[in-house]
């Protein structure tokens, strides 16, 4: 074993077992709860079956408990499958078969997905109720498994598979990232081997079946700090936490910092503990920056760019570009350089790199890469290429080695820090009978960063109002994915080879306002 | 390729090309520089034959230069067996027949041992001069070698073997320690991830051919500071460059830090810029803190713990554990406690895990570990057991991790910061016609922190004076090895199965003064 992400919690136990470990609404735990709960997790999963390399699916918004089955399941030597809270039971059912998920942890907030769920994914077999009401019926309740005996560490390393998360595709079906124990860890240390060291309170307020979540949840680990945990980001909840808990960092999307700058009970709070907030799937305008520095003079900025084919953030740009100083270097509309266990470079479509300041495909590699897409080797081909992550998102790179993201090869729209494909959107609104063509495309939104915006031609003779067309997408994708504007035309702009000219259609909407900047 | 050490300099040329990467007497390099030389110097190299896996050595005092090398070799896949500059010319050439070593590297200082070298180690084909005097017969000058046509980075990454550290072996044969790309930055991790960030200038004062000095250009360079390379320590030139370069980063033993504060024209110099101290071999005394601490108000003191078999340092007691306050936590006589990449544990003879407080051996795992010695698959299988290195020191563990070592289980010696195996100095001492038999042990010593001392039974009716001894033992082994104080007794007190009781020895010159601190 080398580099294995149980380590931190067996180094935890030898090192401050009595430090607080996860705090999350009313309950408190220390390391050494945390230890002896996980050993004991381990044991009541492997009497349900659960061996090395079996995938252990959670369905979940954020709690403490969430921490615990990550690292029950790296424990076991299994793999964790942190299923999209946003999905919907049709999308989870999918990625569940997909990879032979049998064992599911479910809270509260999904259990009325549950039927579906079960109907359409009959391979989970074992349901595991994470809430604290009483038991549903055929499931298990989370607390009593505690009581199970406790096993050993298997001791799962390096490049045993520790993790599927489901990206959404560029087909349409979403892709299972494989990562492993070395791979997440690589994340992790891509963002400790910065200089900044992570404070004592580390709030989880990002989703933790996303890497931007998990990114957070190992170096904390590492670190040793004390993980808070809230179920889900409001402004309301994110100020309670960081007031009460005294947290001293956080991520965020850029749209939650101004959710909580314009939350009418901003100044009710103290939130001098916060020193450090790593922020990612845009860069911060520079409106939105000053509002913040004046908000919070103690507190650094970093913004980190990544992707869940790299466990997290390849790419970091510090603290000293964010200050009044530093940005006269002009890079903050940069997603920053390469970080210290990763290689970044610009390629066209060849994978030769490209000179500074041309315009190509992000392609990056590291310790933090995946392994594959699982039972994929056609896509995992077409991505990983020469050990090379394609990312698919179009920049160019500055003489000082920053990236600036320009456009998304890939087609895909980021609204409040969530990846959109605009095919997959495209597919569903295409299944409404009325509907001839349909272009998906993102559109400069004050509050999200990017609106999915669709623009659509009706079958002659055929009428569909925007809400039927709405209603219709929300019952095939999460709400998220759906269409937040809708415009009707007679036709869309084709290029020579048929293809839908989607950049003319953007420059409407992008042509006064900077791309990718709130 | 997922972790590689070449990484760091791809990324300086990509992201700060013109920063000073190297600076050594009146040489001053840029990271771009460096890119080009190592490129070429690697042309150079597999144009003499060096392809992935073979071992090129160097045998020189510090330099500029000793950087380009190590990175010329990983750059072509090759493994760099960089050797003890204090070994004889026997001791040399043992170590590159060992591993066959084709290719080395030698500066001046060495070349009067070259034809010894030579003759003992006839693989040694290629003699490359790294000195700046017009070049030895037979041997190829190093600059010139800069205009060989640059070749590719081969890309040799996570396991492929890097390096072969000989260190002195407990049978009296050195053994090679193969360690890989994923460990050596492991060790490297284990450092940069502690939450101090390594400052602009690191100073290169310990010898780069041990890992003390190698674990410092890794973490350096991927920290993308400059490197400051004197030949070797000396009180003054450390003085001199520290002010003439504003050092920000060491690393020195204590017996130097001594040095340093004793020499008569301290306080001439500004030391100033200096931030951060990592020091090993040995805990640092209250009193030299005190001195240290006085004349440098705003350094911060690190200490590690490690060995060539971790790639370095597992364990460290950080800056927190040496201010005023956190002395009074009682942990500055230990060792510090595992680091963010590695695990560690004291067991008994079986490998099972010692309750805290109770001696035993030190084992130590995690990315650092190495991939076994070269060679010795018996050696290997004693020292790397279930994956944990076994340390041969002897050592408790306190309540909070901290390790606190009480003896060196494999009979070695720590002096001025070198290991010294008895059995090694043992063995010498034997071969000599007048000697019965003999025990080498540790003893205090103020300046060296222990001293090499024999304690020596004269055949009957033969005669032996210590500096006849003495020159025997120089004529076989480096001179820091041999011993610095001899004694004479009529027979060694033996235990019940014959042994030597070396704890009967040791006891008369440690019951006043404490073990292992200066």
Known sequence: MTVSLTQCLHRALQQY????????????????????????????????????????????????????VYLAVFWLGAAINPANTRWSAHELAYSFRDCDTRVLFIDDAHLPLADAVHAEAPCVQQWIYLGDAPCPAAMQAYEPLMATAPV?????????????????????????????????????????????????????????????GAMGVFWQFVSGGTHMVIKSFTPLDFMQAVQQEQVSDTLLVPTMVQMVLDHPEFSAYDLGSLKFLVYGASPISETLLDRATTAFPDLQFMQGYGMTELSGCVTYLGPEFH????????????AGRAAPMAEVKIVDSEGQELPRGTVGEIAARGMSTMLGYWNKPEETARTLRDGWVHSGDGAY????????????????IVSGGENVYSAEVENAVLKHPAIASCAVIGVPDDKWGERVHAVVVLKPGMDCTPDALSTHCKNLIAGYKCPRSIEFRSELPLSGAGKIMKNRLREAHWSQANRRVN
Do not use: C, W
Not at 21 to 44: D, M, Q
Not at 155 to 175: E, M, N
Not at 182 to 202: F, K
Not at 323 to 334: D, E
């Open 323 to 334: 200050t009044p100083a530093g940005r006269a270097r002009g890079k903050l509309r940069s």
């Open 152 to 212: 050993d560490d298997v001791g799962a390393a390096d490049r045993d598979l520790a993790a599927v998360f489901y990206t959404g595709g560029t087909t349409g079906f979403p892709k299972g990232v494989q990562l492993s124990h070395e791979s997440i860890m690589g994340a992790a240390l891509n963002r400790l081997a910065q200089g900044h060291p992570v404070g004592p309170v580390y709030l989880h307020a990002a989703p933790l079946f996303h890497l931007a």
């Open 397 to 412: 790179m500055d003489e000082d080695g920053f990236i600036f993201i320009v456009d998304r090869l890939k087609d895909m």
């Open 17 to 68: 077992p009595d430090r607080l470990a996860t705090i999350h609404a009313s309950r408190r735990r220390t390391y050494r709860e945390i230890h002896a709960r996980v050993a004991s997790l381990a044991g009541a999963l492997r009497a349900m079956g659960v061996s090395k390399g079996d995938r252990v699916g959670i369905l979940s918004l954020n709690s403490d408990r969430y921490l615990e």
